[in-house]
C-alpha cells in the first residue's frame, strides 16, 4: 500500500529514492569521495523562519567540480518527524540532492524520499525509532574495540561502550570519563536490552585490508535510559538530535 494516496494529491515514497541509498551508491562509484555540509543559513522571508543548508559531493578529495545541493525547511518543523531536529533534516536532503546532482539515483526523482517525507510527515521505518527529544533506541550488543563492554584506561580517561542495533544496521556508542566507569559493570547485563541513549557524533576513520574506508559516525554518549535506570540522572546539556537512516550502519564489522 502507498504511504500516500496519489488520487487524493499526496506523494507516493515510492517514487523517490531514500538519501541513504543515494549516499551508498555514491560511496560505491567514488569510494574516496566525501560528503561535506557546506553554508548554514537562517533566512526569515515573509515572517517565517527558514534554515538553509548547502551540501558538497566530493567524488575525489581535489575534486575540482564537486554535487551541490541546497535544502530548507520552515522553523519549526510542521511535523512531529522534523520538528526540534529541522537542521538535521535539511542537512540530510542537502546531501541527497548534492548526489543527485551528480546523476546518482535520481531515475525516479531529483527529491529523495526524505525530503519529500519531511515535508508529508511519514517517518521511515528506521525514523520510528527516533524520539521527538532527540534520542535514538535500539538493543545493545557487544561490538569490536572499544565498544566490545570493557573498560579501557587511556591517558585522556576511561573508554567504555557498546554497539546500539536496530535489525541488521548498528551504530557504536562510546562512554568517556565517569560515565564509562559507572556505566561499564551493568555493561554485559544489557545484552539483548532496549536502550534509549543521547550524544554528540564525531566521523571517525577506518581500514579495510589496508584501504581507507569511508568514515562511520560514533555516538559519544551523554545520557542512557534503561527499563531500570538513567545515567547520569539529570542532563547537563542538550544533546544533538540524531537520525536513524544516515547515521546507522551495517552492523558487520562494527
Partial sequence: MPLVDKSKGGFNLGDYVEVK????????????????????????????PRVIVQAFAYRTPDDPHPGVGWSWMVL????SYTKGSELENTETSAWGRAIGSLGIGI???IASANEIRAKDGKP???????TDDGS?????????????LNLRQTPSGALAGFKLTQGAKGLQVLATGPLAEALQP?????????????????????ERAGETMPPFRRLNLERIVTPEWTLPAVLEAESVPLFPDELLTDVEGF
Avoid at 555514491?26 to 515572517?47: C, K, M
Avoid at 519549526?76 to 511535523?79: A, L, N
Fill in 21 to 48: 541509498d543515494r549516499i551508498r551508491l555514491f560511496y560505491e562509484a567514488w569510494p574516496t569521495g566525501a560528503l561535506v555540509t557546506g553554508d548554514v543559513r537562517i533566512s526569515v522571508d515573509d515572517d517565517t
Fill in 76 to 79: 519549526p518543523g510542521s511535523t
Fill in 107 to 109: 531515475d525516479k526523482s
Fill in 124 to 130: 521511515s521505518q528506521e525514523e520510528e525509532a527516533h
Fill in 136 to 148: 535514538l533506541i535500539g538493543t545493545v550488543a557487544a561490538g569490536k574495540p572499544p565498544v566490545d
Fill in 186 to 206: 551493568f555493561l554485559a547485563e544489557l545484552v539483548g536490552v532496549r536502550v534509549q541513549c543521547w550524544g554528540t557524533v564525531e566521523m571517525v576513520p577506518w
